[in-house]
């Protein structure tokens, strides 16, 4: 269990739902509560059960299929209605009886909000919160508050912000979160509330959206300010702009300010479940996300690739290793020979200088005709091998290609193609049908090989991307294809470039399935 006295406490299934077009099944939630847990955080909060019973099947599976090693589950519900008892309001009742050791209230902390939304008193409110926190605690659970538009509620009414404060506390809350709903703030008006909220001796939390872009950096400035308690999402999901980015957060506090609050070995996982998070939540992970986006300590070096070789520090804030990322060289245009030399010896080849001066202008002139190698690692690979081998060695090679298209009678569009190869010794023909011409060849050129490599069969491809480049030198346009394909293991990307968009994809595709079989241990 993780120390007490600093709370990570995860919001992604109640809070970082509400992002738009995120959908999450109970055994979704499930799933992201084992990756957040094997991340380290101290809370999760899996929903709210009794108003979504979606939530309610949540906690009930969650007590038999979830063996959480260092997270508490915390249920998410409101104080009771006004008027009744909080012994005898169902919703309340759904809290106590969710099996969650953890509730965590949330309460009306700006008197408008009280008067319009609530429709009530502002007695009443803090009846409601007194009377909730202090029936819950006496059933055993522990109780957090989530003081809802705190910030904007102190900006209203400070002594009402703050008696709601010290209500919860005094009923038995353990923690107090300000929460700045609608996520306006900024870092220095923000601390100076949370040391205000901190000066009633109340244990104070922050949960923060980050409508400014500033959703990190106001929870870091409510922690230098006494906030002991840190919400957020999971990739900074959430409605709008998103919730405070937990990992971000971690990382920051605990490989900047010297916080201790996940297991090292865990935060050298951070990237990995990052990236298994967005599997489950099928939201495209964001390549420039701090810390753990693939992007994140990519250079495009030119210039520093002779320094960052020399070494790599100089050119990043922290060793990528501690949050389990790499340093990534982009091989581009603005490209010298340091950064292609650099680049191969991550791909585990050391280059003679001669080499990498013929790498390096060929990729350069193959960059002037519209490759691009950046986003095509495996493009580039082969074109090394090619250079360090000297001949273009290839699985397979190609006589001829043809596709149909064809509009049918009934209004559909079909395509079906035809390749000819030439394979270890073997002249093969194979048609395939797809729904497009791209679909068709690629079926084809599966159907010719897979005898001879069956691995092929576990090979995928799954993006394509067409970009038409303008002419160059008073030429046509011309079509740039990439193609990413995967296996169990991981993905790669290649690159095609012709006037015609077929031979563009021809290209990328002949290229993706060398690299899959190249990674499948067959050398050409
Ligand atoms: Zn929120």
Not at 172 to 191: Q, R
Request: glycine letters at 8%.
């Amino acid at each position: 269990m993780a120390d007490d006295r600093f709370h990570v406490y995860d919001t992604t299934l109640r809070d970082g739902a509400q992002q738009e077009g995120l959908n999450l099944t109970v055994a979704d939630k499930l799933a992201l509560a084992r990756h957040l847990d094997g991340l380290g955080v101290g809370f999760i909060e899996g929903g709210w059960p009794g108003a979504n019973p979606k939530d309610t099947e949540f906690f009930r599976r969650a007590q038999t299929e979830l063996d959480l090693k260092h997270a508490q589950l915390a249920a998410f519900g409101a104080t009771r209605r006004a008027g009744v008892k909080a012994a005898d309001d169902p919703l309340v009742a759904a809290l106590r009886e969710s099996g969650a050791p953890v509730v965590t209230l949330v309460a009306k902390s700006h008197d408008r909000h009280v008067e319009l939304a609530l429709r009530t008193t502002l007695k009443e409110n803090l009846a409601m919160i007194r009377d909730t926190v202090s029936h819950l605690r006496a059933e055993g659970q522990r109780v957090f508050l989530d003081a809802e538009h705190f910030f904007d509620g102190y900006a209203s009414n400070p002594a009402y912000a703050l008696e709601v404060l010290r209500t919860a506390a005094e009923a038995g809350a353990s923690v107090i979160a300000l929460c700045d709903t609608n996520g306006g703030m900024l870092p220095d008006e923000l601390a100076d509330v949370v040391h205000a909220a901190v000066s009633t001796g109340a244990r104070v939390g922050i949960h923060c959206h980050d409508d400014t872009g500033c959703a990190v950096a106001n929870t870091l400035a409510a922690v230098k300010a006494g906030a002991t308690h840190v919400q957020g999402c999971a990739n900074g999901y959430g409605e709008r702009s998103g919730n405070a980015n937990l990992f971000t957060v971690v990382a920051n506090l605990q490989l900047k300010k010297g916080f201790d609050l996940v297991p090292p070995e865990s935060l050298r996982d951070m990237t990995r479940i990052a990236h298994a998070i967005t599997e489950v939540t099928n939201v495209t992970p964001n390549s420039h996300q701090p810390y753990v986006g693939t992007s994140a300590f990519a250079h495009k070096a030119g210039l520093h690739a002779s320094a960052i070789k020399v070494d790599p520090n100089l050119y990043q804030h922290i060793d990528p290793s501690m949050v389990g990322n790499d340093m990534r060289m982009l091989v581009s245009d603005m490209a010298g020979r340091a950064s292609v030399e650099l680049k191969g010896k991550e791909l585990g080849y050391d280059l003679t200088s001669d080499q990498s001066r013929q790498l390096v202008e060929r990729v350069k002139e193959l960059e002037s005709r519209g490759h691009t190698f950046e986003a095509a690692d495996a493009s580039f690979e082969l074109l090394l091998r090619d250079t360090v081998t000297g001949e273009r060695r290839r699985h397979f090679s190609v006589e001829s290609w043809r596709v149909i298209v064809e509009r049918r009678p009934t209004g559909e569009v079909a395509s079906e193609a035809t390749v000819k190869l030439h394979a270890k010794g073997e002249r093969i023909v194979a048609t395939g049908e797809g729904n497009g011409p791209v679909n068709a060849l690629d079926k084809a050129v599966r159907l010719a090989l897979e005898k001879l490599y069956p691995e092929l069969a576990g090979v995928e491809l799954i993006d394509f991307k067409v970009r038409i480049l303008e002419g160059t030198h008073g030429t046509d346009a011309i079509t740039r294809v990439l193609i990413t394909s995967s296996d169990a293991t991981g993905d790669w990307s290649t690159v095609g470039v012709a006037e015609n968009i077929v031979e563009a994809s021809w290209q990328a595709l002949e290229q993706a399935v060398t690299y899959g079989l190249l990674r499948a241990g067959y050398s050409a």
